[in-house]
């Protein structure tokens, strides 16, 4: 499923090498969200959430996904779609 990657970018060595980067000048990332690569999804690397929010704008014959992240002040990260209204996909705590 496109929402539970585990591979692509996420698995990526160079993915990974970054983050062990940032976490070595910042500490531990509990979330990362990026998106624009069209395809959105919510995983764990090791104990980091990685999310793409996806993208709201059509390319190349590929509809736009209409999704989008929500991280509360509780440490909730939802996924949505907007289908008239938002829909949950999935949701995670960090």
Known sequence: SKLRRKRGLVNNKYFTKWLREVESKLGKVDCIVFGH?????????????VVNCGSWLTEEKRPASKTFVLISG??????????????????ESI
């Not at 509780?74 to 949701?91: S, T, Y």
């Open 37 to 49: 690569t069209h395809e959105p999804f919510m995983t764990k690397l090791d104990e980091t959430l």
């Open 74 to 91: 509780n440490g909730k990260v939802k996924l949505f779609k907007w289908q008239d209204a938002p829909i949950l996909i999935r949701e």
